[in-house]
């Protein structure tokens, strides 16, 4: 049998990280299981590993970049005594308490655990994605830009992501056309300014992309218009699909409450799920935020309810105890 940890934290963005750092502070000597490093969907340190400079989180007046930035959360967390597994939860089992988690065959178990599997990409859903991906279509600027040197690339999205994706690529490409299926954009008015005076960057408007050219690298997009129906093509050589994401949910479906797209459901004000002592933080819940300040802000409020919890656990049994005596 497997020793029972206070607290398994499942993810490790800046929720599951934030949540390491109060809970190893709190002695709950956490066991944060951080993901697979050849995973695009649950990497350790999350979606700002996919991300270049972050400029809004607090602290960092010159910004910082995402990697450096959760490299730093992750020193804080070991610093005061957090323990990671570089791995990816196979299964879990919260119908009896201690909860019961699996790295493949290898069973952890704990009194309390923290969710914070945050979120992924969308994809298009063309066959030619699965073939063509890390062969010119990407989802990642950061990781893949250099690649895309003096070439014509585009980006799929009218959202932040897009726009932030296709300035980021201006450093590398010559020109980066934003394929958005509407005629306006649903991204920041600031994103929107900056993209609008980035002579690398130009639109086609009213577009989908219906398929990626090429056989083992992308050559060229064929895209629909939305307002006639009309096909043509577009000479691309990179394609990066920024249309949003969804929620690392798959293996707590049936087990903890969400909502129909996959989000999970926590009690308002509070990071607590239909289990009592599963919590629940970061992007995995919040489809309005979305930030990595508030996931690490619900990171905090999840560690904090899972010490509440224990501790009124161990008061409740001491109670018991007592009366028993
Ligand atoms: P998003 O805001 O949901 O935008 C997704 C975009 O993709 C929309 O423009 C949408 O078109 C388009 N789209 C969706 N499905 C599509 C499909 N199948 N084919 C073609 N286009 C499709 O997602 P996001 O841009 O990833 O942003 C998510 C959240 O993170 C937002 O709250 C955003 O503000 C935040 N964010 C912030 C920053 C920053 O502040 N630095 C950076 C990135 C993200 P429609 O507009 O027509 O729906």
């Not at 590993?49 to 970049?65: A, Q, R, W």
């Amino acid at each position: 049998m497997s020793e029972v940890r206070n607290v398994i934290v499942i993810g490790s963005g800046p929720a599951g990280l934030t949540a390491a750092i109060y809970a190893a502070r709190a002695n709950m000597a956490p066991l944060v299981i951080e993901g697979e490093p050849s995973s695009t969907s649950d990497q350790p340190g999350g979606q700002l590993m996919l991300t270049t400079d972050v400029e809004n989180f607090p602290g960092f007046p010159d910004g910082i970049m995402g990697p450096e930035l959760m490299g730093n959360f992750r020193a804080q967390a070991e610093r005061f005594g957090a323990e990671f597994l570089t791995e990816k939860v196979s299964r879990i089992d919260f119908s009896e308490r201690p909860f019961r988690v699996w790295v493949r065959d290898d069973e952890y178990r704990a009194h309390t655990i923290i969710v914070s599997t945050g979120a992924q990409s969308l994809m298009l859903g063309l066959d030619s994605e699965s073939r063509l991906m890390g062969h010119g279509l990407s989802t990642c600027a950061t990781c893949d830009g250099f690649f895309f040197r003096g070439q014509e690339i585009a980006v799929v999205g009218g959202g932040d992501s897009a726009i932030e994706e296709a300035t980021f690529l201006t450093r590398f490409a010559d020109k980066v056309t934003i394929i958005h299926r509407r005629d306006e954009l649903r991204a920041s008015k600031i994103m929107q300014d900056r993209a609008f005076a980035n002579d690398k960057i130009e639109f086609l408007w009213n577009h989908t992309v219906t398929g990626i050219h090429g056989a083992d690298k992308v050559e060229g997009v064929q895209v629909t218009s939305t307002v006639d129906g009309s096909v043509s093509d577009l000479a691309v050589t990179g394609l990066f699909v920024a249309i949003g994401h969804r929620p690392n949910t798959d293996i707590f479906r049936g087990v903890l409450d969400m909502e129909d797209n996959g989000y999970l459901i926590t009690t308002p004000d509070s990071t607590s799920t239909n289990i009592p002592g599963v919590f629940a933080c970061g992007d995995v819940k919040d489809q309005i935020y979305r930030q990595a300040i508030t996931a690490a802000g619900s990171g905090c409020m999840a560690a904090i309810d899972a010490e509440r919890w224990l501790e009124a656990q161990h008061d409740s049994a001491a109670a018991v105890a007592t009366a028993d005596a």
